[in-house]
């Protein structure tokens, strides 16, 4: 009997000394593809491929708007791909501590549902866990007549 | 009285005292019989004993061959042969009739002289029959029925050495069952029989009737779900285990054996195991541990996975669960808690229904009912798979009450893992392992194939490397072959 007793203490203390927090796999909203650029009043704007958008004038800041206004709960892990604005890749250091590494990152100018479509069909193959690594090259996502095209960019060095 | 050569205790009994002690229940045959001019008694247990023999091999004789000058050279003359049976003993107390009188008996009273039990049991008993839960495709099919004697001979068949000893007790006040302890005389170590007869004589209960009593009794009613007595219907791998070296206990009226000591290793075993080859046998065997550590961690690992930890789920297979689980209104924990007791249900409901409904039962409630709730969306498909997942493992265990133990620790490692996540469900995995590490079983413990590290107790050898019996159980002769 007084080891059923230890036994429903350490249940009892499990419960209540939890070191992590609760979120029902129902809840999340999966973010495929985020697309990140300054704006012309030099705020980062996030928008992701479920319509959720967020502004701020830090990188942080525009991650905590869109974790405040989306209608879910943001679940940036699954993100596969990261299309970032040429003015914003100065922040792609932060990037590396937000998202997975294995995220796959472009050059591009948009971000919308069909920009997914194309890059699971024509992979950048570049990810965040390469740049950090050192990589130099950057695939850039140009469209052109309503079409995508992929090319790389040569000596590129993201700013630390 | 005159010396005839045959010891009596029982002269004193007399006819009152035998009908006195049966009241007036209406099984009881009494008949007085008239022999040279001496009035004698039989007795018996009208069902327990066959009419025809008793009048064949009974009273037929007593008035044919019985011709002695007075009731003491008559009750000699019986117990030497004259009443041509078999079985003749003598009875010494009233308690010993009625002992002998349940066992299918039929008891002569030589009043003045004493009484004589000659056996001419009832031939309506169940026959040896293939096993129900232990089938096997190639193994022997027969099986233990609840016929105590039924059961020590098919084991006889089994095991011919004149060295296997059955050793029989009475157990319950009422009930007066009987019990026989199976032992190899050579093999088993003699501290494990006495253990075990000193437990069975320590038990003082009115009737040992079901399953659960013997194994509470036995055991020690250990707080545990986990079986500490291998129970099996199958006659040769009860002989299997005495040749182990291990005890047997058979219990009148229940067509099963328990072998003791039982460890974890020993609960894995399946009689199939033995009759197929080595390899198939030991991939088998690797294949139902998994399925062990599937049907105890998979529900609380799920949910841990699902509510805390959803970063360590591969993303095609988090998108597709997350996609499954839109428009499901109950959270992870609800759901795989909710359709774990739904199938605890179903399995409850198959067990008490008869085998053709209790069949149609499990398919509507399984598949039709499965089905229909995820379509409505109250459920996700996830969270069903998981749940069958389990439950199709459980059933891969060939120790029923294993499994039974291992589906209550699911439940309390599934909501652990709804507390805490991972941590809550290593929390879980780890108390059983000490809960596990505690127990004992005849000085054995629970996990001790495990214990050495030399092949974990899992793979099955080839017959001709196990030269050792296991040590564990101190047997007297360590070898088993050269």
């Not at chain 2, 529900?299 to 597709?320: D, T, W």
């Amino acid at each position: 009997m007084r080891r059923w007793i230890l036994y429903a203490l350490v249940m009892g203390l499990v419960l209540f000394v939890s070191p992590v927090e609760k979120t029902d796999v129902g809840e999340l909203k999966p973010v495929e593809l985020l697309y990140i650029r300054y704006t012309d009043e030099n705020k980062v704007r996030i928008e992701t491929d479920t319509g959720d958008l967020g502004v701020g004038e830090t990188l942080e800041d525009a991650l905590s708007d869109l974790k405040a206004t989306a209608s879910g709960n943001i679940f940036l892990d699954t993100a596969d791909y990261l299309v970032i604005h040429r003015n914003a890749v100065t922040l792609l250091p932060k990037l590396w501590n937000i998202l997975r590494p294995g995220t796959e990152v472009c050059i591009g100018e948009e971000g919308r549902e069909e920009t997914v479509d194309f890059l699971s069909a024509h992979k950048p193959g570049v990810t965040l866990n390469d740049i950090r690594s050192g990589r130099q090259t950057l695939p850039v996502l140009k469209r052109t007549e309503e079409r995508y095209r992929i090319e790389f960019e040569s000596n590129y060095r993201p700013a630390e | 009285m005159q010396d005839t050569g045959m010891l009596s205790w029982g002269e004193s009994m007399t006819d009152g005292e035998i009908r006195e002690l049966f009241g007036d229940t209406e099984d009881l045959i009494a008949r007085e019989i008239r022999c040279g001019g001496f009035r004698l008694y039989a007795y018996a247990i009208d069902g327990m004993v066959s009419g025809s023999e008793m009048s064949e091999y009974i009273l037929k004789p007593i008035s044919e061959n019985l011709r002695e000058n007075t009731i003491e050279e008559l009750y000699a003359a019986a117990l030497r042969g004259a009443v041509y049976n078999s079985v003749a003993d003598a009875c010494d107390s009233v308690q010993t009739v009625a002992g002998k009188l349940v066992n299918g008996f039929c008891v002569v009273l030589f009043p003045g002289a004493g009484a004589i039990a000659f056996e001419i049991k009832s031939g309506t008993r169940r026959s040896p029959s293939p096993p129900e839960v232990e089938n096997t495709v190639k193994g022997p099919k027969d099986a233990f029925v609840e016929t105590v004697r039924i059961n020590t001979s098919l084991i006889r068949r089994h095991l011919r050495t004149p060295e296997l000893r059955f050793t029989g007790m009475t157990v319950g006040k009422r009930s007066m069952t009987h019990v026989s302890i199976a032992w190899i005389r050579g093999i088993t170590n003699h501290e494990l029989v006495t253990r075990m007869e000193n437990r069975v004589k320590s038990i003082d209960i009115d009737g040992l009737l079901s399953p659960s009593a013997v194994e509470e009794y036995i055991t020690g009613s250990r707080a545990t779900a986990f079986p500490l007595l291998q129970y099996t219907e199958r006659a040769d791998k009860f002989c299997q285990g005495l040749l182990d070296g291990r005890i047997g206990l058979l219990v009148d009226g229940l067509p099963l054996g328990y072998l003791a000591p039982a460890d974890l290793g020993y609960l894995m075993e399946s009689p199939e195991d033995r009759s197929r080859d080595y390899v198939s046998a030991t991939c088998v065997r690797i294949l139902r541990y998994c399925a062990l550590v599937l049907s105890l961690l998979l529900p609380g690992f799920y949910i841990a996975l699902a509510v805390f930890q959803q970063e360590m789920i591969p993303l095609p297979l988090l998108r597709s669960i997350i996609e499954s689980k839109e428009n499901v209104p109950f959270s992870t924990t609800l759901e795989v808690l909710g359709l774990l007791i739904a199938f605890e249900l179903l399995q409850e409901s198959g067990i008490h229904l008869p085998q053709a409904i209790g069949q149609s039962v499990s398919t509507i409630g399984g598949i039709v009912v499965g089905t229909a709730a995820v379509e409505a969306g109250l459920i996700s498909p996830a969270a069903l798979i998981v749940v069958s997942i389990a439950g199709v493992c459980g059933f891969v265990l060939p120790n029923r009450d294993l499994a039974e133990a291992i589906r209550v620790w699911r439940f309390g490692i599934a909501a652990l893992g709804a507390a805490a996540g991972l941590f809550g469900v290593t929390v879980g995995f780890l108390i059983l392992l000490i809960h596990l590490s505690g127990l004992t079983c005849l000085d054995v413990p629970y996990l001790s194939p495990f214990s050495e590290g030399k092949n974990f107790g899992i793979l099955r050898l080839r017959l001709k490397f196990r030269k050792f019996r296991n040590e564990k159980l101190h047997p007297v002769d360590k070898r088993n072959q050269k």
